[in-house]
Every structure is written in C-alpha cells, then in structure tokens.
C-alpha cells in the first residue's frame, strides 16, 4: 500500500538559515511525488513535482527536492529561508491510479527573525 | 485568470441539516476531486470525478455526496448521516487523471456545525 510519512510536525528556522523538510514513502513502483505549500486558510500550491530523470528537481520560491530511490525520500530543501516561506508544507505520492495521490500529515514552518 | 473556486469560504449549519459547498472550475480540467483536512491528518479524499456524469468515492465518502453536471462545476453535499463534518473542506482539479497530473486546489471552504 502507498503511504507518506513526514516524521517532522513543526520545525522552526531563523531567517537566513537553511531548510530540509523529511518526506519518506511507499510505493511499489518508481512513484510520482510532489511537495505542495499551503497558507493558512488557503488552498494547496504546488512547488515542484518528480515524475522520471534527473533526481534533483527546482521549483518554485527557490526550492529544490531531491528523489532518493535507495532511501525511498524526496526531502525539501532551500539554502536561506525567507520570512514569507512560513507555511505548511505537504509531500504526495502518486501511482498511476486515478486517485491514487497520497498526501502525508504536513510540516509546520515557522521562521524566526 | 483560469482557477477553483469555491464558496463560501466560511459556513455554518446545525447539526442534522444537509449542507452543500460549491466548486466552480475555469481551468476546462476533466477532473475534479474533493479533499476533507483536518489538524494534523493531511488530505483524505472524499470523491472524485473523471468525467462529466461519473463519480467515484474516495477514501471517506460515507455521509457525503457529489454530483457532476456540468464539466465546471463539483458541488459537494455534506449529509446529516456524516458524523463529523465540522472540517477545512477543498475541491481540486487537473487536466486528465492518473499520478503525473498535479492537482489545482481552491482555497478551500471551512464548515462548522453545532
């Protein structure tokens, strides 16, 4: 069965300093993963997506993932944090299924000045 | 500028009476979906739509219902038979189904019920 785990709630950062967020997953197969942004009180955004090739992927905001098969992770990353980079942020997974797209439990980012 | 909506963004029913969220789409995608957020448990799938006049439940559909009548519009009926509703309810679309295509979400309508 599918699944996403994302091991960290909440992490605080200071402005400046560098980000990983932690997304693990099951699949059976070579997954489709995305990371999406959610505000508070907003809908969700999308920030970068992995379907095949090169395992480093850019996104929107500055943001990079990184797919490592051997570890079965897709970890978020960002060299300095901004103020406005405070959100939620949530991993999927997907097969080729119609909804077949597994959202993990989010990570809280709070950025301290 | 093509999006989701939804409306309202707020809501507030008592309990036993049926309620229904609107989702309107402009992004001419052919699915749609509905996702149910609480704290802490990230987003469950509720029902999903592949095509006009055809839905599928999701993950939690009991006490919920869909209908799909027009390719733009998603309307989602919360029943008096869903134990819980009071929840953060969002409606999202993409151009096909199937894992490779991202979903465009609304922002999303908060349902109170007491």
């Known amino acids: 069965a599918q699944s996403v785990t994302q091991p960290d709630i909440h992490i605080t950062v200071s402005e400046g300093a560098s980000l990983e967020l932690r997304c693990n997953y099951s699949?059976?197969?070579?997954?489709?993963l995305f990371w999406y942004v959610q505000s508070p009180g907003q809908g969700l955004q999308l920030l970068l997506k992995y379907f095949s090739g090169d395992t480093l992927v850019q996104g929107i905001k500055g943001l990079e993932a990184e797919f490592k098969r051997s570890q079965s992770s897709f970890n978020l990353r960002k060299p300095s944090v901004h103020w406005s980079d405070a959100a939620e942020y949530f991993c999927?997974?997907?097969?080729?299924?119609?909804?077949?797209?597994?959202f993990g439990t989010g990570t809280r980012l709070t950025v301290i000045p | 500028d093509g999006g989701i909506t939804q409306s309202p963004k707020y809501l507030f029913r008592k309990e036993g009476q049926n309620v229904t969220l609107s989702c309107e789409q402009n992004?001419?995608?052919?699915?749609m979906y509905w996702y149910r957020q609480d704290p802490g448990q990230g987003l469950r799938l509720i029902y999903y739509s592949q095509i006009v006049n055809d839905f599928q439940k999701g993950d939690i559909a009991e006490g919920y219902s869909v209908s799909r009548e027009k390719k733009e519009s998603f309307p989602l009926t919360v029943t008096s038979a869903q134990k819980n509703p009071t929840a953060f309810y969002l409606c999202?679309?993409?151009?096909?189904?199937?894992?490779?295509?991202?979903?465009?979400f609304g922002n999303g309508t908060r349902l109170t019920v007491t």
């Open positions: 999927a997974v997907a097969g080729t299924g119609a909804n077949n797209l597994f």
């Open positions: 999202a679309s993409s151009s096909r189904t199937g894992g490779n295509s991202p979903l465009h």
């Open positions: 699949y059976g197969a070579t997954p489709y």
């Open positions: 992004l001419n995608h052919d699915a």
